[in-house]
């Protein structure tokens, strides 16, 4: 009687999570750079991918073609200025921060277009 209860919860799991999968990728695509930001004439910043993470993360972002100049800066949370990454590609993009190159804790990324922040977003890198 007992195992069987195990079994039918299982089960009722197991579907939960296709659910919960499906939702998932659903959104992933809803979310994606290339459908946020495909007809934008404006910079935008998007969260980092995966956060938190430990080995290396993926920051995606938008630079309509008439930009001259953009960069990264990554700040610790004492707001000390810890790396600057420049960007040469327009359009959709994004920048791989190698987990190793930190130390593990909380830091602040922003996209600075032209001399001016777009945006600042949080990432999280565990050990």
Request: proline share 5%; glycine share 4%; charged share 25%.
């Amino acid at each position: 009687e007992g195992v069987k209860e195990l079994s039918d919860e299982i089960d009722l799991l197991k579907k939960q999570n296709e659910v919960l999968e499906k939702k998932i990728s659903k959104f992933e695509k809803n979310t994606s750079t290339s459908s946020l930001a495909s007809n934008q004439s404006i910079p935008s910043l998007f969260q980092n991918y995966p956060n938190p993470f430990k080995q290396n993360t993926d920051i995606k972002f938008y630079l309509p073609e008439e930009i001259n100049k953009a960069e990264l800066l990554i700040f610790n949370m004492n707001g000390i200025h810890i790396k600057t990454l420049p960007i040469i590609t327009k359009g959709n993009s994004s920048i791989t921060i190698l987990g190793n190159e930190l130390q593990p804790g909380m830091y602040f990324y922003s996209l600075i277009v032209d001399g001016k922040e777009i945006d600042t977003k949080r990432m999280i890198l565990t050990e």
